[in-house]
């Protein structure tokens, strides 16, 4: 769905920082699930990447805030750059999440868009 996202960090709720605290706990919950790829630990924030081949990503899918920048605040938080994606920190993109109830649904999820460190 396009208002729906798949969150597997720092914004989950009760996790978000006071700079973007208000828009997650606007967010309504659909459910828990996972999603195909490696979830890396980068100290103050941990980062995913879809692989198909690896293991599963833990998280939950969330309906998004009905407020217009509800989005631009999050990719602005996740350093998103949607007009330089090739320059951004996390990319927002469009995944598969298995929900535990068996269902998929497609959501936005933020994965890391950078090389990764041999300290991850």
């Not at 967010?27 to 692989?51: E, H, N, R, S, W």
Request: hydrophobic fraction near 35%; aromatic fraction near 10%; include cysteine.
């Amino acid at each position: 769905m396009e208002n729906r996202l798949f969150v597997y960090g720092t914004l989950r709720p009760g996790h978000a920082p006071a700079e973007i605290a208000d828009v997650v706990a606007a967010f309504k919950p659909v459910g828990k699930g996972t999603i195909q790829g490696k979830l890396y630990d980068f100290g103050d924030y941990p980062g995913a990447v879809l692989d198909h081949e690896t293991s599963e990503v833990h998280g939950e899918v969330f309906d998004l805030p009905d407020d217009p920048d509800a989005l631009a605040r999050l990719d602005a938080y996740e350093e998103f750059h949607p007009r330089n994606p090739e320059g951004s920190l996390f990319r927002r993109v469009r995944t598969t999440v298995t929900l535990l109830n068996g269902s998929s649904e497609t959501c936005w999820v933020y994965v890391y868009n950078r090389d990764l460190p041999t300290s991850a």
